[in-house]
C-alpha cells in the first residue's frame, strides 16, 4: 500500500516558509521518496500570506496537489486560522505553530504544538529570520518525516554558506524542542 504525507507550510511573506518547504522537499528526494511540492504567496512578497505545500509518497504520485493536510506547520495567525481547519482530525493530524505568533484554538480535533520558535531564534541566535528553520527541525523530530541528515544535506544545495552555521544552529534548536514536545 502506498504512504502518501501531505504537509503545509504557511506564513506571511518574509518569514522563509518557501525555503523551509524547499529544503523539506528536497530532504524528501535525498532519502528516495517521490515528492510533489508548490508554493504560493500574495500580491505582495512581504506581509501577505503564502504557503508551501509538499507531498511525500512511497510510489509515484498521481495527484501533485495537496488535498488534505496530515500536517501543518504555521507562523502567522491569518494562516493558522485560513488552515488550521483544513488539517486531518485525529491522530492522522498534527499542527506545529509557532506559539509567538499564534493564538491556537481549542475547537479543533487535532494534535496541537506549540514552539517558541521566532522568541528563540532571537534570543538565543540573535536572529529571528531563522525561526522557519526551528520550526523545521522541530517539525522533523516530532514526526520524523524525513531524518535530520536529510535536511542537512537540502541544506547544503539551498541555504549559502554564509549562513551554513547560523542555520544548523537552528536547526538543532528546533530538534531539541521537539524532542522536548515528544517528551
Given at each position: 500500500?502506498?504512504?502518501?504525507?501531505?504537509?503545509?507550510?504557511?506564513?506571511?511573506?518574509?518569514?522563509?516558509?518557501?525555503?523551509?518547504?524547499?529544503?523539506?522537499?528536497?530532504?524528501?528526494?535525498?532519502?528516495?521518496?517521490?515528492?510533489?511540492?508548490?508554493?504560493?504567496?500574495?500580491?505582495?512578497?512581504r506581509g501577505s500570506g503564502c504557503k508551501s505545500e509538499i507531498i511525500f509518497?512511497?510510489?509515484?504520485?498521481?495527484?501533485?496537489?495537496?488535498?488534505?493536510?496530515?500536517?501543518?506547520?504555521?507562523?502567522?495567525?491569518?494562516t493558522y486560522d485560513l488552515y488550521g481547519k483544513d488539517v486531518k482530525e485525529?491522530?492522522?493530524?498534527?499542527?506545529?505553530?509557532?506559539?509567538?505568533?499564534?493564538?491556537?484554538?481549542?475547537?479543533?480535533?487535532?494534535?496541537?504544538?506549540?514552539?517558541?520558535?521566532?522568541?528563540?531564534?532571537?534570543?538565543?541566535?540573535?536572529?529571528?529570520?531563522?525561526?522557519?528553520?526551528?520550526?523545521?527541525?522541530?517539525?522533523?523530530?516530532?514526526?520524523?518525516?524525513?531524518?535530520?541528515?536529510a535536511i542537512q544535506k537540502a541544506m547544503k544545495i539551498h541555504v549559502n554558506?554564509?549562513?551554513?552555521?547560523?542555520?544548523?544552529?537552528?536547526?538543532?534548536?528546533?530538534?531539541?524542542?521537539?524532542?522536548?514536545?515528544?517528551?
Amino acid at each position: 500500500m502506498t504512504n502518501i504525507n501531505q504537509v503545509r507550510l504557511s506564513g506571511t511573506g518574509g518569514q522563509g516558509v518557501l525555503l523551509a518547504g524547499a529544503l523539506l522537499g528536497e530532504a524528501g528526494v535525498v532519502e528516495g521518496k517521490w515528492v510533489s511540492g508548490s508554493n504560493s504567496y500574495g500580491a505582495q512578497a512581504r506581509g501577505s500570506g503564502c504557503k508551501s505545500e509538499i507531498i511525500f509518497s512511497s510510489a509515484p504520485i498521481d495527484y501533485p496537489h495537496l488535498t488534505v493536510a496530515d500536517f501543518l506547520v504555521v507562523m502567522s495567525q491569518s494562516t493558522y486560522d485560513l488552515y488550521g481547519k483544513d488539517v486531518k482530525e485525529g491522530p492522522e493530524g498534527f499542527i506545529l505553530y509557532d506559539e509567538g505568533l499564534v493564538k491556537p484554538r481549542d475547537d479543533l480535533r487535532t494534535r496541537q504544538v506549540g514552539i517558541p520558535a521566532t522568541e528563540l531564534a532571537l534570543k538565543k541566535l540573535n536572529n529571528k529570520q531563522v525561526a522557519n528553520i526551528v520550526l523545521l527541525g522541530a517539525f522533523v523530530e516530532i514526526t520524523k518525516i524525513v531524518p535530520p541528515e536529510a535536511i542537512q544535506k537540502a541544506m547544503k544545495i539551498h541555504v549559502n554558506e554564509r549562513f551554513m552555521a547560523l542555520n544548523l544552529k537552528a536547526l538543532e534548536m528546533g530538534m531539541a524542542l521537539g524532542r522536548q514536545a515528544n517528551g
